[in-house]
Structures are given as C-alpha cells and as structure tokens.
C-alpha cells in the first residue's frame, strides 16, 4: 500500500493511495489514532471512489462516528484504465436493450462478472488498511448502492469482517445466492420509482437476505434520488452496529 | 373535557380525561407549560388508549421531545360501552373467514364503518386539548398502525391540523380514497412477514398515499413485531417534522 497524498479538512483527513493496481482514499477523523470500525464504500456506475454521493456519505461517517472509511475505484472506472471487455458490452447491451431486451438482467450479468475482481480486491484492500495504526482490525461495514450493491452483496456474503451492510438500489436477478449467505443486519435502499432497477426486483432481493435483522426503508423518487435523511438513518445505522458502546442504548 | 385523575412519573405526568362519552390519556412532560406540538396516537384493534405499545411510545415523545400525546379509547373498546353492532359484526367475520373467505376486507370494511365515528371525535379531541395551557395550539401528528391505521388514514386526511404522520401494518382496500388525499410527510411501517395484513396490501397502501415526502419501513417478522430501533426512528421524525428548531439540521 502507497500513500499519494494527503489532505487534510477541518474534521477529516483524506488520503489517495494505490494498493498494486487498485487506486482508492481512506478518510479519517483529523488526528485519528488507533483501532475503530472501517467502512467500504462500494461507488455507482460510471462513478468513481471520490464521485460526491461516495465522498459526502464518507466525511460524515468518519467526522460524526470517529469512522476510518476507504472506497476505491471498480476495474474500467476513476483512475483505473478502461477495460476493453466492459465497453464491448456495454456497447452489445445499449444494443440489445434498443432492440427490446430488458436492461435489469443485463446490467445483472455485468456485475456478477465484475464481482469476481472486486470481491478478492476489496478484501486486499481491508487487509492492508487494518494494518494501518490509525485503522486497526475493528469492525468493518460495507456501504453501497446501484453498482456498489450488485458488487456489495457477493462481497458482504464472502467477507466475515463485514458486521453491517448498507445496500440498495439493486435486483436480485444476479445476486440471489449470495445475498441468501449474507447474515450480518442490513439497511436496504430502494427508491419507490427506480427507472433502473424494477421495484419487484428490489424487494425480491430484501426478500432474499438471509439476515435475521434487515430493514427496508423505500422512498419515492428515481434511481438516483434518496432523500437526505437516509444517510442520517445510515449513520445511526452503522453507529448501533458497528460503534454500539458510543451510540447509546436509544441509538 | 373533564380530568379524572393525574399520575406524575419522573419525567412525564398522565392524565385521564374524558370527553363527553370519549375516555382518554394526555402525557406531557413534567411541568409543562406552554404551546408545544401534540401527538394523538390510535390504538390497535382489541387494544385500548393505555396499552403498552402506545404508552410507552407516548412517554418517550414527552419526555424525550416535550410533546403533549393524547390516545383515546375507540368505540367497544377499552373503558368505552361495547357495541353490539361491532359485536356481530366481529362474529359473523369470525364465521365468513371459517368459511374460506379473506380476512382483509373484512378488516377493512369494519374499519371504514369504525372510522365514521372516529374521525369526528379526535377532530373534536384535539378542540379540547389545544385549549389546554400545557398543549396549546401547536403542529399536530398523528402515530396509528394496524386498526389505528385503519381509523388514521381518513383521520388524517381529513384534519387540516396534522402536519405528519406514522401509519402502517394496514392495507390499501378500505383506505385508498382518503390515502390519497393526505399530502403531509408520513413514515409508514410494514411487518414483512405480517400474517394479518398481505404484503402487497399494505405496499399498495403506501403507494396511494398522496404525500411527496413518504417513506416506507419494512422489518421481517409478524404483525405484532416491530423491531424497537423504529421507536428512535419515530421519535426522529415526529421530532423533524412537528419541532424542526429543536431538532436540529441533520435530525
């Protein structure tokens, strides 16, 4: 792991560093010392490890929770290079869906296909930050939607570190199998009106945890619209799970 | 409005009133004064306006948001007359669901009936109350699940009053007309596994709501289930939507 640079914000550091080919960031609390919990952030599709909905989830994370959060970039997105494969089918999938083919099961295959490199990247990557003093081997949540959910649950249901998921935003065509190993409590996103994602799709995959505790919290609104909220909600979330001593009993 | 009697806790003192033939309970933190916003909570079917579902969430809005919170007893139930009407109703229901025919519209039906009643008398209860010195004329919510959903949804969408609203474990057939007349923020709870109201009654009934701030809770388990991390959840949003100076930008 090599660090690139280093910026710091009032509250919050910000660090760009590389893991072999991997770019990413971890952000932490301004003068963080020591063990606390770790969260992935998984990023959207054609988005990047610092795209804004990554980047303002992860400051209040690590500011308001004491969190050490890290995202990096999915292969063919951000700093990594394009991945010839991707773009021919993205370019057979725009096709196929203009000749009438539903987009859900074809973003569905892609992303299982991508989930095959993220899964063994994104535990890499834990391996390497937890070795970090001001990381430490904590608890670890995952937080992702759309794209970062379709790589998330492959990645929740492989990883045991990961005690706490938030994810959303999501079918079940590809991810079925791993979303029924995952066991660890849940916040599931879904937005009422998802052009992307058909909400039969989305609850099938809430359905289809395996988790004794998840809990669904839908919104009106397309894809991209989750209300602000939420990510109040995701903090809480993540403070009972992951922090539970300093989130008091009512949190 | 007559008080028959005044129990003083730690934080929280209880009153028992009654309203011409309406028997019912104010909370409101201990020593109240002034103009604050009032919460009227409809009880469950076969429950009354004391049962420990509304009680202890009662307490909490007093004494965790110095609400003033009031419940009263439906019709045929709690400290209220029976009625025979509701009486026969109940049993020949008990006999039509024997004899293979669906509970919910049948649940649904009765409800619509109950609510001609009760829409009237909480709109006459909240005259009252807001005349007190302690309660006052502030922003109103409304928490109802199961029958209090039933009998909330006409409530609310019938009385000007009501700035938000909790509903939830009751489904759309009786209740989509005036669903879609409410436009005041809701969250709306679903038990997953509800084994009295079907999933896709319920999520049709959020999706009638005519509100455009709704937001839709779903937690796995039976009717009676819901899980204690939505209490802290609703006290969030009454506590955003009734007294947003207090709650602050990100509550």
């Known amino acids: 792991m090599r660090f690139l640079s280093q910026t710091s914000y009032d509250d919050v550091t910000e660090q760009l560093f590389t893991l072999g080919e991997i770019p990413g960031v971890l952000w932490t609390p301004a003068g963080a010392a020591g063990t606390r919990p770790l969260v992935l952030m998984g990023h959207g599709g054609g988005q990047h490890k610092k795209a804004p909905g990554i980047a303002v989830r992860a400051r209040r994370f690590a500011a308001e929770c004491g969190f050490a959060v890290a ?89 045991p570190r990961v005690r706490a998921a938030v994810l959303g935003l999501g079918g079940v065509l590809a991810s079925a199998g791993p979303a029924a190993r995952i066991t660890v409590p849940v916040e599931f996103l879904v937005q009422w009106d998802d052009e992307r994602v058909p909400r039969e799709q989305c609850l099938a995959l809430f359905d289809a945890l395996g988790s004794a505790e998840k809990t669904l919290h839908a919104n009106p609104g397309a894809h991209a619209e989750i209300p602000a909220f939420e990510l109040d909600s995701t903090l809480r979330f993540f403070a009972r799970h992951l922090d539970p001593e300093s989130s008091g009993a009512s949190a």
Chains 1, 2 share one sequence.
């Open 71 to 159: 995202a990096v970039d999915v292969p063919g997105h951000g700093d990594r290079p394009t991945e010839d494969e991707y773009d021919r089918l993205a370019t057979e999938n725009q096709a196929r869906v203009a000749a009438g083919e539903e987009l859900a099961p074809l973003i569905a295959d892609f992303q299982a296909m991508v989930a095959r490199r993220t899964v063994p990247e994104w535990s890499a990557v834990l391996d390497a930050l937890q070795e970090l003093e001001h990381v430490g081997s904590g608890p670890v949540g995952y937080w992702g939607v759309s794209l970062g959910c379709g790589l998330g649950v492959p990645f929740v249901a492989a990883e």
